[in-house]
């Protein structure tokens, strides 16, 4: 498998990119890297911390988009930085994905600008995996998105389904649509007009409305929304987990007697944090884009880009995006 690695996005670029890379490489020796970015500063970090050196290719780009520009006018006018030149390697076959922590608005406008949307999809959009108390959910949409149609929220549940059968493993995956409230009648006129879809729909296992604070509980395998919505929960859930650890932080240092309890947990507390942790997740998967491109976090670490890697190497090797294909195209007939 040949990868692309946007060496300039992110807040840590290009040092936690090349980490990333490094440590991927550690494990996948079979596959090659191919990283976009500036040539001088990416060759002086990779002879430090890639080795060996023969499974890398550099593109020199020395146009960078920062996360401040406007999404397509930055597409249309930085023709040599990093996206748009990973972008089109992709769009002509030269890799088979794309893993970027810079802009998702760039990265969303370079995916259909210049690689295109899989025929008979609307939007794309960004998912990705949330923690509940006994494992994880699917979360679609969390951002791509921000004013959406229902036969948008039909088409993420439809997508989300098809990766988590075939890439998560589990078969005929629940869907809920967050709500207000989980009876039918509930919510604004997308929520009503998107339910009756979902209901309808005979390729997605549609359970229902879910509320907000059923999530860290019990919810379904996949949960839908528009991108506002989910950015909004995306962030919260980031945001609690934090202030959950900074909590436990503080009072383990309130009393000499906390410090010592502290420590007889602190095996347990990393194993908690691990779960929470969103450089274990890597990378929020852009379905419907014809072609693999995976969004890590901006605040991306090392770690994070290890894993935003292994989630293109799973969907590549799982036949995902043909998958995908498949499945609108299937649905678009009936």
């Known amino acids: 498998m040949r990868i692309g690695i946007d060496a300039m996005g992110g807040d840590n670029a290009p040092h936690a990119v090349i ?3 490094a440590l991927y490489l550690k494990e996948n020796r079979d596959d090659e890297i191919v990283i976009f970015g500036d040539k001088n500063i990416i060759e002086e970090e990779c ?5 060996p050196l023969d499974k890398l290719e550099i593109i020199d780009c020395k146009e960078k988009i920062e996360f401040e520009d406007e999404p397509v006018k930055a597409i249309r006018q930085k023709k040599d930085s990093s996206i748009v030149v990973g972008l089109q390697y992709l769009k002509e076959g030269k890799i088979d994905a794309f893993v970027s922590a810079g802009s998702t608005g760039a990265l969303m406008a370079g995916g259909l600008l210049i690689v295109g949307r899989i025929k008979g999809i609307d939007r794309p959009a960004l998912t990705t995996k949330l923690p509940y108390k006994d494992g ?3 979360l679609i949409d969390v951002g791509s998105n921000t004013d959406c ?3 948008n929220i039909l088409q993420f549940a439809q997508m989300a389904t098809v990766y988590v059968s075939k890439v998560l493993g ?4 629940t869907v809920g ?5 989980t009876e039918e009648n509930k919510g604004n006129d997308l929520s009503k007009q998107s339910y009756e879809l979902l209901k309808s729909a005979k390729n997605i296992n549609f359970v229902g409305n879910v509320e907000a604070r059923s999530l860290p509980f019990s919810p379904p395998d996949i949960v ?3 991108g506002f919505v989910g950015n909004i929960v995306l962030k919260l859930t980031e945001g609690m987990g934090l202030l959950f650890f900074d909590i436990l932080k503080d009072i383990a240092k309130s009393s000499f007697r906390a410090k010592i309890g502290g420590l007889l947990l602190k095996p347990y507390l990393k194993r908690l944090k691990g779960k929470y942790d969103y450089k274990e997740v890597g990378g929020a998967p852009l379905l419907g884009i014809d072609g693999i491109i995976v969004k890590c976090h901006g605040s991306s670490d090392g770690q994070a880009i290890f894993s935003g890697i292994h989630q293109a190497k799973a969907f590549y090797e799982n036949n995902v995006l043909a998958l995908l294909k498949e499945e ?5 007939e009936v």
């Open 47 to 51: 002879v430090q911390r890639v080795q």
């Open 149 to 151: 149609r229902p036969i």
């Open 328 to 332: 609108i195209t299937a649905e678009s």
């Open 224 to 226: 839908v929304c528009d």
């Open 170 to 173: 589990k078969k005929n995956p």
């Open 136 to 138: 994880q959910y699917l």
């Open 19 to 21: 980490e990333g890379v």
């Open 177 to 181: 649509l967050l709500n207000i409230g």
